[in-house]
């Protein structure tokens, strides 16, 4: 087997270890240690609805299921597991530093950590979406698939809104949406780009996309319809993008 293919034992190591400092990090703001994430950023009217902040713990579920099995078959399903694993380790201790960063109030030093998470799941969702290991079974390759789509989907969203949080703290009104409505379709356009490179194979990353946009819609109903509209638009977008990218896939021989 390819070197790149399997990933070192310290390496294996070192994912777990994320996985599980990412998952035990948001005990610190829970306990009464610093402010939550909540109470670190400024509420806006691009901020999703509450609810959809629950995806972190499908997040962490899977990230522990996925560096479980890093661990135990060294193996990713990708043809570059040594550098996926890398890309995971910086998201894991990203998240978790992020969250004690967030506890701590230091806020542009938060989108900088969370910049770089993004970027790291990026490529991670980049490895991913390319050929699978054709010597591990299937369902590692889809593990992996899910996991990095679902993350980098919301990593995506988190990194927009954590940084117009960031220009609303140094004094942008909150309650003003033209400058929100800027970052929104930046946002957009960003997601749907990823969408057509990733998102064929990665559903994971359109369809979280989606649902913090849905949050979005639900935060902004009946007080900015142009939030409410741009993000209308931007579901079908992206699900169209999805749909297209899906559809040439299938059209072509199968190289994974």
Known sequence: MDVSMRVSSPLAIIVVFGAIAQVVA????????????????????????GYTFSIWSVIYLLSIV???????TRSTGTRAAHRLAVDLSIAFFGAAIWILFSAAEWRWVTSIVLTVMTVALLDAARIAAGHRDEDAPGWRTALTRVTVGIYAGWATAAVFQNW?????DSGADPDEPWWQLVILIAAAVFASVVTWLFGGVLIGYPLTVIWALV?????????????????AVTIVVVAAVAGVVMLRGRARPSVA
């Not at 996925?66 to 135990?72: D, G, I, Q, R």
């Not at 117009?164 to 609303?168: K, Q």
């Not at 949050?215 to 007080?223: M, N, R, S």
Request: glycine share 8%; proline share 9%; net charge negative.
């Open 26 to 49: 948001p005990i610190v703001p829970f306990a009464g240690v610093g402010a939550s994430p909540n109470e670190s950023t400024v509420d806006l009217l691009i901020t999703p609805a």
């Open 66 to 72: 996925l560096a479980a099995t890093v661990l135990l």
């Open 164 to 168: 117009a949080s960031d220009i609303a």
């Open 215 to 231: 949050g979005i819609i639900v935060t902004a109903a009946g007080v900015t319809p142009s939030v409410v509209i741009i993000c």
